[in-house]
């Protein structure tokens, strides 16, 4: 399934920088890549990606979200989990890209090269020629007496161009029985699937430590959360995705 349609701008928040304080190491260590599942539950080739976005996710080395986008909600169903901002950032990406592939299942790899979500092979392959550190920032994440501290290390070397520090808040496992449209009589389970995305600040590719409530963390039947870094994209209509250059999973 494609879709192609017009890219809208995106959302901009604060920075709080905060001092040095003692951080936990995240579950399961760094990952090695941030991989994100646009798919729909109105869409008939979509349950084998979901079904292996629930495996995907129990990779240490991975954080596997899924985001699933409205635009095949007219097919007779109404996505239970879909947001509208899911389905602008699927396009903001193949507008960076420069390719316009607008698809689901679509899984995007830190930000940059795509595959059809449900080609576990061609996943692997790709996350496999990924070097050890592939991602620029190392992050690590505190809470600490209603604020959430995010330590921002860089692996190599000092970015030169700006990134959001962004925090999505999550539910780790869905499952949604589906009555109408083309999965009509399925129940299909989603892993870590995005219920928000908030922009609490800017990363300038040295070392630092944002700040923002705790609240920040939360979303209704949200029960987890992920740190990610991404770069800003300029485009004709505005920033846009670009390539994600850390992650971490919340401390809960």
Known sequence: MVLRTRLFSA????????GAVAFAQNPGGQPN???????SQGCSSC????????ELSKNPNLIA??????YWDYLG??????????????KFY?????????????????GASHIVGSDKHEIERTVKQLPTASLAAKVEVEEDNGTLRIRLTPVDSDLDKTAGVWVLPITRMVTVPITRGENQGKTISYANVVRGMVRVGDWD???AVVTAPLTATQAPEADG????????????????PGAILGAARGTR
Not at 11 to 18: E, H, Q, S, V
Not at 47 to 54: G, K, M, Q, S
Not at 226 to 237: E, F, L, N
């Open 225 to 240: 959360y992920v740190v990610i870094v991404q770069a800003d994209q300029p485009g004709r209509y505005g920033m846009m």
């Open 94 to 110: 193949a507008k960076a890209r420069g390719d316009g592939q607008v698809y689901t299942p679509q899984a995007v790899i830190n």
């Open 33 to 39: 890549a941030v991989i994100e599942l646009f798919t």
């Open 65 to 70: 979200l899924t985001m699933p986008v409205t």
């Open 11 to 18: 959302t901009i928040a604060a920075l709080i920088l905060g």
């Open 205 to 207: 590719g040295k070392a």
């Open 47 to 54: 349950p084998p990606a979901d079904a292996l976005f629930v």
């Open 77 to 90: 169903w109404k996505d239970t989990l879909g947001k509208d901002s899911f389905a602008k950032r699927q």
